[in-house]
């Protein structure tokens, strides 16, 4: 006991005298005292504005966080501790000494064990001090009992630290060699990167098992938290019981426990505790260098000197040369005869390729691997890997010769110092060549296992040596500079990861130019329509201005360069001097180029252009609200026509025009004032037909106030005119207009005048309005609110218009508005086109695209006449062309049939570059990105047709939004989304099937409740939605879907039917403006068609917030006499009602439900017997018969009702 | 060929006088520089092998000043230090093509040529092709001066080439120095006299960063003729009493029994033999001197 007692005492006084072993602790302390103090900083803070930053959720968050980033700490104190005996040569002592075996590893380990959880343990009082920090945001910090801060950290951090560094001990005492001690843990953190990221990245919805083998537990905590709600968040830990989530936490835990004492086990057993043991490798390699040297001896038992050849050594440009490339070849052999450079390799192969296998699948979508797609997720990896090996080899080049204890020789050597730090640089080069080559030939390989080949070698080469290398070279260049300077390496590789994980930090807090965090380039996307288009400029500079200041840098290294015996700073600081003269010439040029470049830089981001932060395009924003809010309900005339001639110039990303709307007083009072917002800044010149002046106008004209010399009577029209267009000059730092683009220009009438406030520029995120002093957003009006109801939700400043345009562009593309293409020319060298839309009156709200298109053309023939359906695309994107087509016919079939006939004579889908990902329905014409159609892969029967529900899904618009839209009031965002989504369900259920429904519907579901559980006001129910897309989306289709199964699709549909019917057109024709339908009425049609019994389905989907929790407990079968199977199935029902924040109250149950008995794989089920049963809350047992043997069984099997437990409605069927 | 150091003083920023006005001239020999470890010795020969700076003093190379001049000489210097490592996983013989590259050999037949006769010159031959971090510390230390004697160097610098050597290694290496020819300044630092009594012919004992003697072997030894004496004594009892007494120089063990050589100008008692006089004689006096000084 002594003996350990002694060992145990040493390794912490080891630990102790160690600098590493405080900087552990503070970068622990650091870490989570940022995570309270800053929003801006680690995933809680900057994510939902609600969960407290040091609650229950946020400290078990930064737990795993730091757990996760903390296997290296781990295996670097565990690791190292048992080697330290073998490093330094001392177990000939200590081995020959009576040491127990207990005392020996016992005592060692659990030095380590007490110094590790020590290091950790700054996380700790980091949060508690987080707390108090003056400037974090207090709303969001409680007054903590001390468990939320000690059981996340004993139970996660401190169970880890047990079994990984067991483990890591373990590898450490059996291998006794260096660099797999070092290598461990970079090892074990890549590989959970890849075990984690097969379940994240493709958000799979099987997290069970994952969870349970997750040892580090952002697998766990997604599985066991996702669906929590703010208030879940904020008072529940991860709990130790095994009935919380399924005891997910628990048995994890004590899966882990376990592994630590096997490992534990596993070192007692197989640490041999001799001497000739432990040094048997090394002791057979000195046998056989004796018995080298033993025949050298006899080989040559007397020495014969003889006279050395002549030589004549010469020096010059061309000696100089060869010096170069042996030494670039020397150093280059010294890294890819390392082993650890084989090991970084191969694992970044293996992630890039693991990644690459699912570029662009997300959610069960099957998408075609496109090469920036493919790139996307190879680089996404790989590039890790590149800074890694920029960093380490930058330090092992620099420190090469110091290292071997080589310097004594090569500093004698007639080479000057520019020579040899080339050769380091190059092979540095080099292997960056080759590693992002081994990244591109993943890519290609993953391409072509998945059967795409076409192989776009020059995007490739572009991503990887023209935008990426650069970028990496600025940084190897940073770490060899900062490797001269330092007097340590692992200072120095300290500083470089600091200046890498800083640039992102710094970012958040609001440092976001270009121009001063080292090495940043602005964010550019590459677009198969648009390649890297109007992002090279900026990106060009960028890299030219870091790479000038990183050869500055280098240069200077030059400078410094260690040589000889005194190579402290201060001594290679004077030698600079002294040669200063030789290396100023480049210093300077160097400088002129960071100058050059930055001034260039400067001058198209902060003069050609306004540079905004992020926090300023927030002041503009807020500023505008408490400015002009006040005038939110200011009687103002509504727009009744509007129309206008573009120009789109594309080649130089600019538009210019002039435009028209006629303006109609809709109100009972006369109007003496017209307010205009200008939120684009995209309009200039707006004159009106009668007397007028300027009252007042402010900062960047967002808000100008008109006043008519004579009102504007009820009922009375007048002109409006002004010029539109915006014009883009040089480049900016990041946030370019995504709407202009050299090929698919998009930008809708956000460009045009806003009549009045403009409540959509409003800042939403109650985080973001704290900050400003906002206070609490206006909700949406109740309905019947007397403003709301007669306000149009889409377009407040219009009800329904008249719409008529010309627009050009260059010969080489075509350009489109909503409405039917009258005539096109061709004059001043561009192509003009006027659309007009007739006389069907449309919502204020219209678009302009200008691009270069392939067009596929078909006709449906429509109930009025036929239907011309047309698709823009790019030519290589002709995957989904017919889906397209296809999708669009069923839901013209489907919508005529069921609610109406289609307003128009076309439907036109037209490709946008990838900058925004969304489809959006303007009247018979909808942009679609390109980034979520056009590449989509339907193969499988179990493969989502996504771009077949999308296309549905924007149909379906051209009613509800197009047809009929609400009041601007609470729920009315669900008749068009809601409606549009429930149309699109069905259009594909037509064509798939319900088995394939139930896999989209899971995660529907899924996004569903992660929304809710991410929600950062208040969830509201369906019928009252104010602005929270996954109730209008993902809830809304959902319960509508449902509601189709428990009443019949036709019963729904005949409700939407008569509701579209009665409502439809809303204001279109009257002279002023009266009410919009609300989802009151849509809610009363629903009702009708709705029998007495399941009214109760109604109430809790559409006017309250209502979550099942179904359970299979327990399925048997015993075969009967008839060679049938009797099952005898035990489930358990809860439901809960839960308020805007999640908090549940249970609610007594009488509801019908489906009971089914299944068969068949996970994907493709098929019900033996499948019956809506009356359930009551808490247990019943059902007995049925089926003619096949079942392989499971359960209550609501398929996920139609919303349960937060949806894996558990169904069990494996045992025989009795 | 002859260097020529003068009035060279260096003082380290931990406050220890590396050297203190150091002049030497060394001409076309062996030159040995003999002195107990921490003397100075690395210090000097740093120092003209370019690899260091002096506060004061010149070294010149035939004219050329070493100090400033650092690239000129670095192209006729080979210079072996006292501790070296190499690279892992290079055999020798392609490291020593390497060197011979930075030397300025850049014929390719002529660096084959020069780098075959060095490995069998240094009996490497056998092992050119195996890893140069498995070789042991006399196959190492042959690398080094093989590295040393490559290109055309006229001016050669071992820094304690013989330390940790077995004797038959420490045999075939000086052997190996001496076969160097004519027209070479060579200078050779070590604490091991018997090195400097075999191989060379002019010496400089240094301690404590000075110079005490600079002479050749011979008139060292000439100095002391006849001064020597020894006793075998019976305990430590009588070696301290003759420690107060006289100036004893050394003690050796000669089975198991403390003989005792001590300097004197006649014998100095009972006892004592007269001895032959010895190199490290002069080399333990002279610290002696420099100690009582």
């Not at chain 1, 306004?610 to 006040?630: G, H, N, S, V």
């Not at chain 2, 501790?83 to 084959?112: C, Q, W």
Request: charged fraction near 20%.
């Amino acid at each position: 006991m002594r003996q350990f007692l002694e060992f145990f005492l040493f390794e912490l006084k080891v630990r102790f005298k160690s600098i590493s072993t405080y900087v552990y602790f503070a970068i622990w302390f650091v870490f989570s005292f940022l995570c309270v103090a800053s929003e801006s900083f680690g995933p809680v803070g900057s994510g939902n504005g609600k969960v407290l930053l040091n609650g229950p959720f946020a400290n078990s968050y930064n737990a795993i966080g730091a757990s996760f980033f903390g296997i290296i700490v781990i295996a670097a104190i565990f690791g190292t501790s048992i080697l330290r005996d073998f490093q330094r040569d001392t177990t000939q002592i200590l081995f020959t000494k009576p040491i127990s075996k207990f005392a020996y590893l016992g005592g060692r380990w659990l030095g380590s064990f007490v110094v590790t959880v020590i290091v950790f343990f700054g996380l700790v009082p980091g949060e508690m001090l987080g707390t108090l920090a003056p400037w974090a945001d207090h709303t969001r910090i409680a007054h903590a009992p001390l468990v939320w801060y000690f059981q996340p950290f004993f139970s996660i951090v401190v169970v880890q630290i047990f079994f990984l560094g067991s483990l890591f001990f373990l590898v450490g005492a059996l291998s006794r060699r260096i660099f797999i001690v070092y290598l461990q843990g970079a090892a074990v953190f890549a590989l959970y990167l890849f075990y984690a990221g097969v379940f994240l990245s493709t958000r799979s919805l099987s997290r069970f098992w994952p969870s349970i083998f997750d040892p580090v537990g952002l697998l766990y905590i997604d599985g066991i938290t996702r669906y929590w709600t703010v208030v879940e968040k904020n008072t529940l830990l991860l709990s130790w019981s095994h009935q919380a989530a399924q005891g997910l936490f628990l048995y994890n835990r004590l899966v882990w426990c376990g592994f630590g004492v096997l490992t534990l086990a596993a070192l007692w057993m197989f640490f041999p505790m001799s001497l000739e043991a432990l040094t048997a490798r090394s002791s057979s390699r000195r046998a056989r260098l004796a018995a080298e040297q033993d025949d050298e001896i006899r080989s040559v038992p007397t020495f014969v000197t003889t006279r050395a050849p002549l030589v004549h050594p010469i020096f010059g440009a061309g000696t100089t040369w060869a010096q170069y490339r042996s030494m670039t070849r020397l150093r280059m052999r010294n890294i890819v005869r390392d082993l650890p450079f084989w090991v970084l390799i191969i694992l970044m192969a293996l992630l890039s390729c693991s990644n690459g296998r699912y570029a662009g699948r997300i959610e069960g979508q099957n998408v075609w691997p496109v090469t920036y797609l493919m790139l996307q997720a190879v680089e996404g990896i790989a590039i890790l890997f590149f800074y890694i090996i920029a960093t380490f080899y930058a330090a092992e080049l620099i420190w090469r010769e110091r290292d071997t204890h080589f310097e004594g020789i090569h500093d004698a050597l007639p080479a000057g110092e520019t020579t040899d730090w080339m050769s380091k640089l190059t092979a540095l080069c080099f292997v960056e060549f080759a590693v992002l080559a081994v990244a591109g030939l993943c890519g290609i390989l993953m391409q072509a296992v998945q059967g795409y080949y076409h192989f776009e070698l020059l995007q490739y080469f572009k991503e990887l040596y023209v935008v990426t290398l650069p970028q990496v070279l600025i940084f190897a260049l940073l770490a060899m500079f900062v490797q001269t300077v330092v007097s340590n390496k692992f200072l120095g590789h300290g500083i470089v990861i600091g200046v890498f994980v800083m640039q992102p930090i710094l970012f958040n807090f609001g440092w976001e130019n270009t121009l001063y965090l080292f090495g940043q380039t602005p964010p550019y996307t590459y677009s198969d329509m648009n390649g890297y288009g109007h992002f090279v400029l900026p990106l060009f500079w960028s890299i030219t201005y870091w790479l000038a200041i990183a050869a500055f840098l280098g240069v200077l290294s030059i400078g410094l360069a260690r040589r000889g015996a005194e190579d402290s700073l201060g001594a290679r600081m004077r030698g600079l001097r002294q040669n200063f003269s030789r290396i100023a010439p480049a210093l300077a040029v160097c400088l002129l180029a960071a100058i050059g470049s930055g001034i260039w830089y400067y001058y198209n981001t902060h003069v050609l252009n306004e540079y905004l932060t992020a926090k300023d395009r927030r002041d503009i924003q807020a500023a505008y609200e408490r400015d002009f809010k006040k005038y939110e309900h200011f009687a103002q005339p509504k727009i009744t026509a509007a129309d206008a001639r573009i120009d789109i110039y594309p080649d130089r990303r600019s538009f210019s025009g002039t435009g028209h709307f006629v303006l109609q007083n809709k109100t009972p009072q006369p109007i003496s004032a017209i307010h205009v917002t200008n939120a684009q800044q995209g309009f200039t010149h707006v004159v009106f037909d009668r007397p007028f002046h300027v009252v007042s106008s402010s900062p960047r004209a967002i808000y100008t106030i008109y006043a008519l010399d004579k009102p504007l009577a009820p009922g009375e029209t007048m002109n409006m005119n002004f010029n539109v267009g915006y014009t883009s000059r040089g480049f900016k730092d990041g946030n370019e207009r995504a709407e202009l683009a050299y090929n698919g220009t998009f930008f809708d009438s956000g460009y045009f005048p806003t009549i009045g406030y403009d409540q959509s520029l409003e800042l939403g995120d109650p985080r973001r309005r704290r900050e400003e002093h906002l206070g609490p957003q206006e909700l949406l009006p109740p309905r019947g609110d007397a403003v709301g109801s007669v306000t149009n939700l889409f377009t407040p400043t219009a009800d329904w218009i008249h719409y008529t345009t010309t627009v050009s562009t260059s010969t080489d593309q075509m350009a489109l508005a909503p409405g039917y293409l009258q005539k096109d020319w061709i004059a001043n060298g561009r192509h003009y086109y006027t659309y007009d839309m007739g006389d069907v009156k449309i919502l204020d709200f219209f678009a302009y695209i200008s691009g270069n298109y392939q067009v596929t053309r078909d006709t449906y023939q429509g109930v009025n006449g036929p239907i011309a359906i047309e698709v823009y695309h790019l030519p290589e994107h002709s995957f989904d062309v017919p889906d397209m087509i296809a999708a669009s016919k069923a839901g013209l079939a489907f919508y005529e049939k069921a609610y109406s006939p289609y307003q128009f004579r076309q439907y036109r889908i037209i490709e946008f570059p990838r900058y925004r990902t969304f489809a959006q329905s303007f009247p018979n014409t909808v942009p679609f990105s390109e980034a979520i159609g056009f590449i989509d892969r339907t193969e499988k029967p179990t493969d989502i047709d996504f771009t077949y529900f999308v296309t549905a899904h924007e149909l379906g618009h051209q009613w509800w939004a197009h047809q009929l839209i609400g009041g601007r009031v609470a729920g009315s965002n669900m008749m068009s989304e809601t409606l549009a989504e429930y149309s699109a369900l069905m259009t594909q259920q037509h064509r798939y099937g319900a088995s394939n429904m139930h896999r989209f519907l899971r995660f529907e579901l899924d996004r569903y409740l992660r929304g809710r559980g991410a929600e950062v006001r208040r969830e509201e129910p369906l019928a009252q939605v104010q602005n929270e897309p996954y109730v209008w989306y993902q809830k809304g289709g959902q319960v509508m879907y449902t509601l189709a199964d428990y009443i019949g699709e036709d019963k729904v549909n005949l409700a939407l039917h008569n509701f579209l019917m009665q409502y439809r057109y809303a204001n279109a024709d009257d002279a002023q403006s009266g009410p919009y339908p609300d989802t009151r009425e849509l809610v009363a049609a629903l009702r009708a068609q709705t029998p007495a019994d399941l009214q109760y389905y109604i109430d809790d989907s559409f006017e309250n917030i209502v979550l099942y929790d179904n359970k299979a407990v327990s399925a048997t079968i015993t075969p009967t006499a008839d060679h049938k199977y009797k099952v005898t199935l035990v489930v358990e029902a809860h439901k809960v009602k839960a308020d805007g924040s999640g908090n549940e109250t249970p609610m007594p149950m009488h509801d019908l439900i489906d009971i089914g008995v299944l068969t068949g794989p996970q994907d493709a089920q098929k019900p033996l017997y499948l019956q809506k049963e009356w359930i009551h809350d808490g247990r019943q047992t059902f007995t049925m018969i089926v003619d096949q043997m079942p392989n499971r069984a359960g209550i609501d099997p398929y996920n139609k009702l919303i349960d937060r437990n949806e894996d558990d409605n169904q069990i494996a069927v045992a025989k009795e | 060929m002859a260097l020529t150091i003068s009035g060279l003083s260096k003082t380290y920023a931990n406050g220890v006088q590396a050297l203190r006005n150091v002049s030497l001239t060394i001409g076309n020999n062996m030159f040995g520089l003999l002195g107990p470890n921490g003397a100075g010795k690395s210090t000097l020969m740093r120092t003209v092998a370019t690899l260091q700076d002096p506060d004061s003093g010149s070294v010149s190379l035939d004219g050329l000043d070493v100090l400033a001049k650092k690239t000129e000489v670095r192209r006729i210097l080979g210079y072996l230090p006292q501790e070296f490592g190499v690279y892992p996983r290079i055999s020798v013989s392609d490291m020593l093509s390497h060197l011979a590259v930075m030397k300025g050999i850049t014929n390719s037949g002529e660096r084959k040529e020069v780098v075959d006769a060095l490995l069998h010159q240094t009996n490497l031959w056998e092992v050119r092709k195996k890893s140069l971090a498995t070789y042991s510390g006399g196959m190492k230390q042959r690398f080094g001066i093989a590295q040393a004697l490559l290109g055309k160097p006229k001016l050669i610098i071992v820094d304690e080439p013989t330390a940790g050597l077995d004797p038959a290694e420490r045999n075939r290496f000086l052997n190996l120095l001496s076969s160097i020819a004519g027209n070479v300044t060579v200078i050779l630092s070590t604490h091991i006299v018997e090195d400097v009594r075999e191989l060379c012919q002019r010496m400089a004992i240094i301690a404590n960063g000075a110079v005490l003697i600079e002479s050749s072997p011979s008139e060292a030894l000439e100095g002391i003729r006849g001064k020597m004496w020894s006793k075998v004594v019976s305990g430590d009892e009588e070696l301290k009493a003759l420690e107060a007494g006289m100036q004893v120089v050394s003690t050796h063990l000669v089975g198991g029994q403390h003989e005792v050589r001590v300097y004197a100008d006649t014998s100095p008692g009972d006892g004592f033999r007269a001895s032959e006089s010895e190199l490290e004689d002069v080399y333990f006096l002279s610290l002696a001197r420099h100690a009582n000084a």
